[in-house]
């Protein structure tokens, strides 16, 4: 992909401070791979940082690493797509910050370890990464690639757009209403339709200045999706297979949904809370 030389201007890097330790060896590779799903409400599910850990202190503007410049680029390119959806429906679209950080970080949601992968927080309308995950995401899962890198962010500010559509907030709502059971399936359904929604803005911003696609792509994208379902990390991780304890669907539905989201370029198809297939 050809992306954005321009910078969000909304990029919080907090790398290179003094991050507590990284919470490895106690956590099985089930709890590592909640973070891998992206997106999960963190609440109740991140590390306490220990007593006396100093934060990496936020240093804003544009990054000069490669690494860094890619993301934030990514971030505009979304920036403008949403911008631009949001006026069509007569409302404005509030950009989210987004935070670079290594090992831990601290977020309205809580505090995180590196290990819970990339999330976005509702609390602060903040996206946060540790860009080691890319390294993660193509050496366990064999999704390499630079838009299938450019799809994590994508997903995640598609909960950013849920978020300010006030979709977080009816999710956030079940969660005492309903039973896990329940909840879960509801569950799947919000990162879906995240799915459908980074597929969207993979299809508007090819018509950007200075932002093109290349062959493969997509399926670089559609590739990501599919080594991250429920059903193909449960199987690794666990063995088996247990739909009732699925949050973000399975490989074939989480590539259904982004492809439906690209093919359509249209939020009025992403409806998957009433979608008959699930």
């Known amino acids: 992909m050809q992306w954005f030389g321009k910078g969000s201007g909304n990029i919080e890097d907090r790398r290179g401070g003094k991050g507590g330790p990284v919470l490895g060896g106690g956590i099985g590779l089930l709890v590592i791979i909640v973070g891998l799903f992206f997106g999960k409400d963190l609440t109740g599910l991140v590390s306490q940082i220990p007593a006396g850990t100093t934060q990496q202190e936020a240093k804003k503007g544009d990054p000069t690493d490669a690494e860094g410049k890619f993301v934030d680029g990514v971030l505009e390119s979304t920036n403008q797509v949403w911008e631009q959806q949001f006026a069509a429906m007569n409302k404005t679209y509030e950009k989210p910050a987004l935070v670079l950080f ?43 690639g630079d838009f299938a890198q450019a799809y994590v962010i994508a997903h995640e500010v598609g909960h950013h757009v ?24 509801m569950s799947v359904k919000l990162e879906l ?28 994208a559609m590739n990501a999706a599919n080594a991250i379902g429920d059903d193909k990390l449960q199987q690794q991780g666990q063995g088996q297979v247990v739909p009732d304890a699925f949050t973000h669907g399975t490989s074939a539905q989480r590539v259904y949904w982004f492809k439906k989201g690209f093919d359509t370029g249209d939020i009025n198809q992403g409806d998957t809370f009433n979608a008959r297939q699930l």
């Open 162 to 185: 849920q978020n300010l559509l006030g979709i977080s907030a009816k999710m956030e709502r079940y969660r005492s209403q309903l039973s896990e059971k329940e909840y879960n399936r």
């Open 193 to 220: 339709q995240a799915d459908f929604l980074a597929g969207m803005w993979a299809r508007h911003a090819q018509d950007l200045k200075d932002f093109r696609l290349d062959p493969g792509d997509i399926e670089e």
């Open 102 to 144: 290594d090992n831990m970080v601290q977020s309205a949601c809580g505090n995180a370890s590196s290990a819970v992968g990339p999330f976005y927080c509702p609390g602060d309308h903040k996206v946060y990464i540790d860009l080691s995950f890319y390294q993660e995401l193509k050496d366990r899962f064999g999704a390499a």
